[in-house]
Nanobody, 115 residues
Framework: QVQLVESGGGLVQAGGSLRLSCAASGSIFSINTMTWYRQAPGKQRELVASVTRGGTTNYADSVKGRFTISRDDAKNTVYLQMNGLKPEDTAVYLC?????????WGQGTQVTVSS
């Protein structure tokens, strides 16, 4: 059993920055891919960014150049540094962890970007 605890969400002005954290606890032995998704009202859930065990990153085109995903395996934590935030980034951001072909989801954290 793995639990994910997210933090760092909140309200920010357009052009501002936020850093999301997702800390995993429980039965942690070998984390593979860690991924951030987001869900906005009236829209489908979309992949924002992911990072593999080896450090390979992938980003949605809409956030490329603005967001940076990173991981600290010593802390079992994945981060999402979000710069140059836009109102279109407003959504619930969800952390997903894959370990041994099992997936775990965080509860989500709200990010609201005001105009």
């Amino acid at each position: 059993q793995v639990q994910l605890v997210e933090s760092g969400g909140g309200l920010v002005q357009a052009g501002g920055s936020l850093r999301l954290s997702c800390a995993a606890s429980g039965s942690i032995f070998s984390i593979n891919t860690m991924t951030w998704y987001r869900q906005a009202p009236g829209k489908q859930r979309e992949l924002v960014a992911s990072v593999t065990r080896g450090g390979t990153t992938n980003y949605a085109d809409s956030v490329k150049g603005r967001f940076t995903i990173s991981r600290d395996d010593a802390k079992n934590t994945v981060y999402l540094q979000m710069n140059g935030l836009k109102p279109e980034d407003t959504a619930v951001y969800l952390c997903r962890l894959m370990q041994n072909l099992r997936i775990y989801w965080g509860q989500g954290t709200q990010v609201t970007v005001s105009s």
